[in-house]
């Protein structure tokens, strides 16, 4: 069989576009995600560096938009990712107080996953999808906590928001300024069967068989994030760079973390892997997820140490169990995208 076909994929795959101006939104994701890990740090509080880095994340959405329209979108994205983190939290409570519930975490996050992805559709989000808010809603319910941690988690992701907020509006004179596109008429692009097939099938698909080898969230993450790509090439490409990223990423973060390096030099290097998944997540998702998988890692050892070879090992696991699903749900479903005009 020729290889001959195979070659624009590959060719496709380790592609990277060019520079595109992103150093000032790198720089400003960064400070979103730095400072306030430096403040919980100063203040003795570090366990809870999960919410105040899923409120950070409210900095990445936007970034192709003008100032007004970004910060709408953040706003939007950024309510989203405080009730992901508290529906997550409220889990992890559950959990702790009712032993033998942590697989609720598996359907919730498959209807979390779902009604994310069509407000986030409807609402032309960039990047589009439940990626962060799913992530957002895994990362915390797998971490125990007890009824006090709820107004916590409301107050240090609502925080981190507002400074998102902040830095969104100081850094607009810095960035460049989107070239003006036209904008599409408000809608989902797909039936609900298109949803129900990819996110909440995938989801749970996912989360069930990685409940049983580690950390689900992980797994539900991998499956939802090729499905944000407008076709089946392009969802089949994302998950394969989703994979080939990870299991090199988790290499570097077993370097980095079982160094046991201070805190404070792993708050450092969360700002710079950052930045580094801000300067290539738009010119090649494999290259991006460098520094993604990395910056994942630290952050959850950062707020509930574990032993960082499972932590690793779990999270390949966990990606190959979500990617495979995605990609066979590919393979096995076609759909006919809505005329948007029509």
Known sequence: MSSRPLLPHLRRMVHVGPYGGELPVALRA?????????????????EWSLYATFGAFTSLFGRTVPIRPRLVSQ???????????????????????????GWLVVPVAALWA????????RLRWHPPGPLFPVFALG???SVPAGPEQLPVALAVAV???????????CFTRLE??????????????????????????????????????????????????????????????????????????????????????????VIAVAALLQAGAELYVGRNYAVAMLFITPLALSMTHLAHPVPVSGLVSDRAIDTV?????????TLLTQERRQDAEG
């Open 30 to 46: 960064a400070t979103s995600v730095a400072v306030p890990m430096l403040v919980l740090w100063a203040t003795g509080h570090l």
């Open 176 to 265: 460049p300024v989107p070239a003006p596109t036209p904008t599409p008429a408000p809608g989902p692009e797909w039936p609900l069967s298109h949803y129900l097939v990819r996110y909440a099938a995938g989801v749970a698909v996912a989360g069930a068989i990685a409940t049983a080898v580690g950390h689900p969230y992980w797994a539900m993450v991998a499956a939802v994030v090729p499905m944000s790509a407008p076709d089946a090439s392009g969802r089949i490409m994302r998950a394969t760079q989703r994979l080939a990223g990870t299991l090199v990423g988790v290499v570097i973060a077993w370097a980095l973390l079982a160094a046991a390096p201070p805190a404070l030099v």
């Open 114 to 121: 779902t009604g994310v992805a069509i407000v986030s559709h």
């Open 321 to 329: 169990v979500g990617v495979a699903v995605a990609v066979v749900i």
């Open 75 to 101: 706003v939007q994205a950024g309510a989203v990712l405080v009730a992901s983190v508290l529906v997550g939290t409220l889990l992890a409570v559950l959990g702790s107080a009712v032993p033998g519930t």
């Open 139 to 141: 990362a915390c319910s």
């Open 159 to 169: 925080a981190a928001v507002l400074f998102a907020l902040v830095l969104t509006a």
